[in-house]
C-alpha cells in the first residue's frame, strides 16, 4: 500500500521560511516522479513542484519559482520542499503526491 506522510508545516511570519517533508512508503520511491501541490482555504488544488525520479530535475509553478526547492533523498524515501520567503497567499494545505496516491497533507500558515 501506497503510503505518504507529510510534516513540517506550521504558522510562519511573511519573509520566513518553512521545510516541507514527506515520507514514502509501500512502492519503490526510487523509481518515481513526485509532486507537491498545495490547497489553499476555499480553492482548487494547485501544484506547486515536481521532481524527476533521481532528482536531476525540478519544475516549478510561476507563483513559488525562485523561492521554493524541491529535492528528495531517495535512500531515506523523502521529499522534501524548501520555502523560502514565504508569503500569505502561501497560507495552504501542501500535500505531497504520486499519482493517485496523496498524504494527509500538512498546513502552513504565513500571516504577521
Known amino acids: 500500500e501506497v503510503r505518504l506522510v507529510e510534516s513540517g508545516g506550521g504558522l510562519v511570519q511573511p519573509g520566513g521560511s518553512l521545510r516541507l517533508s514527506c515520507v514514502a512508503s509501500?512502492?519503490?520511491?526510487?523509481?518515481?516522479?513526485m509532486s507537491w501541490v498545495r490547497q489553499a482555504p476555499g480553492k482548487g488544488l494547485e501544484w506547486v513542484a515536481a521532481?524527476?525520479?533521481?532528482?536531476?530535475?525540478?519544475s516549478y509553478a510561476g507563483s513559488v519559482t525562485g523561492r521554493f526547492t524541491m529535492s528528495r533523498d531517495n535512500a531515506k524515501k523523502t521529499l522534501y520542499l524548501q520555502m523560502n520567503s514565504l508569503k500569505p497567499e502561501d497560507t495552504a494545505v501542501y500535500y505531497c503526491?504520486?499519482?493517485?496516491?496523496w498524504g494527509q497533507g500538512t498546513q502552513v500558515t504565513v500571516s504577521p
Open positions: 503526491n504520486l499519482g493517485k496516491a
Open positions: 509501500g512502492f519503490t520511491f526510487s523509481l518515481y516522479a
Open positions: 521532481i524527476n525520479a533521481r532528482g536531476e530535475n525540478t
